[in-house]
């Protein structure tokens, strides 16, 4: 889009937060980006709901990036009067996000609730897809072996990993050209996330463009070490304008 963006972190926690939300992000407060099960409740803490929110999009089936759809759903059809966001998927997940986890929450014969269609407007889209004005580049990720799972290039400069193992060619690549970048971190090394040690490694061009984000509620502890290796924070309910 030619003017400034803004993104608004509803929660910049892992999966494991109590304190700081799922790493959802809003774009433009309309445009959701995952949708954990933290995501109702951090909206009310704003004055907001799920009726405010008219696009969403989602990188892959973790609960805290998917937790809170059946909410939204009920919310949209049930109490904000029979309202449809746009949920925009890529095509791998449109397969499977009914069928593999939605389904015995939400299908309701008796009501005409036979899928994901009867709540949402489907929108599968491709590598490059466009939401009022914001142009999305999906970047898949190595997060779980055989699933699949994504980040984006939010209008050609901000690169959101989504959540990752360390991949140094990957973060390159896409956040060379970008203004910045937010990444994931977790504060140990192994398993499915990228550790702090590792984004150490990166270099300093790279790590000063890094928000990191999608971490634990211990950050605090490790607060100093990484803002003077050059990364900062994004932090939930705060309003970035890019
Ligand atoms: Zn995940
Ligand atoms: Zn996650």
Known sequence: MAGKM??????VGSF??????HNNLCI?????????????????????????????????????HIGGLEECAFFNRYVAGE?????????PLADQLWEGSLRNGLQDEAAGAHGLEDYFDIVVVQ??????????????????TDKF???????????????TRFDPDMVSEHGSSA???????????GGIHTGLAELMTLPEE???????????DNWVDFQTEAEEAGFSWARRHVSYTH
């Open 149 to 163: 799972c994504c980040g984006l290039v939010i209008d050609d400069r901000v690169y959101f990993s989504g959540d």
């Open 83 to 91: 309202r449809k966001p746009k949920l925009n998927l890529p095509a």
């Open 179 to 189: 203004d910045v970048i937010y990444h994931e971190v977790q504060f140990f090394e």
């Open 16 to 21: 494991f937060t109590k304190t700081d939300y």
């Open 6 to 11: 803004e993104l608004q972190f509803l929660g």
């Open 28 to 64: 433009n407060s309309n445009i959701l980006i995952d949708c954990g099960f933290t995501a109702a409740r951090s909206l009310r803490d704003q004055g907001r709901n799920f009726g405010d929110i008219d696009h969403l999009f989602i990188t892959h089936t973790h609960a805290d």
């Open 127 to 144: 590598d490059t897809f466009e939401i009022e004005g914001v142009s999305f580049r999906v970047v898949p990720t190595n997060h779980v």
């Open 206 to 216: 790279l790590r000063n463009k890094i928000s990191l984000m999608h971490y634990g």
